[in-house]
């Protein structure tokens, strides 16, 4: 990427924590890539920081949230989880998920407030019965893999499902007061998919494999169903206050090139055409773990924000998505357990390659079980001083 600046200076200065950083002062700057300009945009001051930057306004560093914010690490939530021990009465609960979806805002003041919630909420409004067992992760009761079964997936309707979702992005937009964007998200297909078939979490996903090459009718029908169902639920979620919905396909990356091409890509296609049809502004983020062999599909679904891993070189990365798509990442996760000075020099590295505008500054994917809650901090207070 190249970086000019026009009609300023360029200055390299040292910031409040003394860690070597670049800093751009200027009234305009301009970033491109080869053969491609990307212009400075006016900022919109009533935006969020998170929305301009996505949009590719003028934005005087990349905001900053990360998955997982609200979460295990942070010794409020634990506290919670002993008052309530059933993650499913805390992500169902309207006091509760307000309570631990602002946990993070008040100490860190993020650019973003993820609602706390799960992928596999919608299930039982779907006549999937789950549990989110403590030790396990999720339990699908009765796994779906024949034609019957699927025939007995309802297709989700929110405002009777999950009404709690709706009242909790409601107080969350009112408690954020527009200080940074709320977040909403949900599970793609595929990975949905994946859950249902192997009856939870897998390592080889041999189940939903056998039957997307033994049966595939039965899957393609699996996923047109979570299909209009996720399109439905964003939308759902935008009505009710997100300003941004992130779609996670966490194991899209386990299929190959050519099989994501008929099992998840033309899915994501069809429901980010639906949303952007009734919520043109909506940004909407697509996360895949392990996505470095996929980037260029991955772009193709029209996606307005594609989040990168941690396996991916960041200025690869924006390489080969090119101008027109935001970035968002990547930092490894793993490096919140390691000493300050490296957390703020991989900050930096990370939004030196990511370039100037269109970028979210995040990890490569969620906060890890055990991370010091100090190290976060001082992961905000870094990102929250970088200045282009």
């Known amino acids: ?17 003394k860690q070597p950083s670049l800093s751009f002062h200027s009234k305009s700057i301009s970033c491109s890539l080869p053969g491609a300009l990307v212009e400075s945009k006016a900022t919109n001051v009533a935006e969020p920081l998170l929305l301009n930057a996505v949009r590719g306004l003028d934005v005087e560093r990349p905001p900053v949230w990360l998955m997982r914010q609200a979460g295990r690490y942070m010794k409020s939530y634990q506290a919670i989880c002993e008052r309530h021990p059933s993650f499913r009465e805390r992500s169902e609960n309207v006091d509760l998920v307000v309570e631990i979806s602002l946990q993070p805002w008040k100490v860190f003041q993020p650019d973003g407030v993820i609602l706390f919630s799960d992928i596999l909420t919608p299930l039982s409004g779907m006549n999937i019965p789950f549990d989110i067992v403590k030790g396990k992760g999720p339990v699908i009761f009765d796994p779906v893999y024949s034609a019957g079964q699927v025939d007995q997936v309802r297709e989700f309707v929110p405002e009777e499902s999950v009404p709690y979702v709706g009242e909790a992005l409601s107080i969350l937009r009112k408690e954020v007061d527009n200080k940074a964007a709320v977040l909403g998200f949900v599970g793609a297909p595929f990975t949905l998919a994946s859950y249902v078939v192997e009856g939870g979490s897998s390592k080889h996903f041999s189940k939903i494999k056998r039957l997307a090459f033994s049966e595939p009718k039965i899957l393609h029908s699996l996923l047109q169903k979570f299909t209009t169902s996720m399109a439905r639920y964003i939308q759902y979620q935008a009505d009710n206050g997100a300003q941004a919905v992130q779609i996670f396909d966490s194991w899209a990356t386990e299929l190959s090139p050519v099989d994501f091409e008929q099992f998840s890509l033309p899915y994501l296609k069809q429901i980010i055409n639906t949303v952007k049809k009734s919520h043109p502004e909506l940004p909407l983020i697509l996360y895949a773990s392990g996505s470095g062999g996929l980037l260029e599909r991955i772009a193709a679904t029209g996606v307005d ?84």
Not at 2 to 7: D, E, F, I
Not at 321 to 338: E, K, M, R
């Open 1 to 17: 990427m190249l970086c000019g600046v026009v009609s300023t200076s360029f200055s390299s200065i040292l910031p409040r924590n």
């Open 305 to 388: 924000v594609v989040s990168l891993d941690w396996t991916v070189d960041m200025a690869d990365g924006r390489r080969r998505l090119g101008p027109n798509v935001a970035i968002q990442g990547n930092v490894d996760p793993g490096v919140l357990f390691g000493a300050k000075e490296l957390i703020t020099d991989r900050i930096y590295d990370t939004v030196r390659k990511a370039g100037v505008g269109k970028h979210i500054l995040n990890l490569g994917h969620g906060i890890v079980v055990g991370t010091p809650e100090e190290n976060v901090a001082h992961f905000f207070e870094v990102a929250k001083g970088v200045r282009y």
